[in-house]
């Protein structure tokens, strides 16, 4: 069983920056694959980015150039450093996590353990 707990939310101005972590209870945490998702209000839940084997990187395109998803497992920690914010970044961003695998995944279901998601506002 894994646990994750987010922060780092808040509220920022267009333009600029925050880093969100998620802190992972549990053994083995870098054989997890860990991700980044988001919820705006009325809106479905969406994949935002992931890290998995060999710290392989991958990003929605809405959010490439701009944001950059890390871990420190020696830490159990994963993080999303979000740099040149803009409004429609607005929304819930929840932290999951799934067992190894060695390609990526980037549909809700396919993601087993979830955080309890922390807060992104970003005023125009």
């Known amino acids: 069983q894994v646990q994750l707990v987010e922060s780092g939310g808040g509220l920022v101005q267009a333009g600029g920056s925050l880093r969100l972590s998620c802190t992972a209870s549990?053994?083995?945490?870098?054989?997890?694959?860990m991700a980044w998702f988001r919820q705006a209000p009325g809106k479905e839940r969406e994949f935002v980015a992931a890290?998995?084997?060999?710290?392989?990187?991958y990003y929605t395109d809405s959010v490439k150039g701009r944001f950059t998803i890390s871990r420190d497992n020696a830490k159990n920690t994963a993080s999303l450093q979000m740099n040149s914010l803009k409004p429609e970044d607005t929304a819930v961003y929840y932290c999951?996590?799934?067992?190894?695998?060695?390609?990526?995944?980037?549909?809700?279901?396919?993601?087993?353990?979830w955080g309890q998601g922390t807060q992104v506002t970003v005023s125009s």
């Open positions: 999951a996590s799934r067992s190894f695998s060695t390609t990526v995944y980037t549909g809700r279901n396919d993601y087993q353990y």
């Open positions: 549990g053994r083995n945490f870098n054989t997890y694959n």
């Open positions: 890290i998995w084997r060999f710290d392989s990187t």
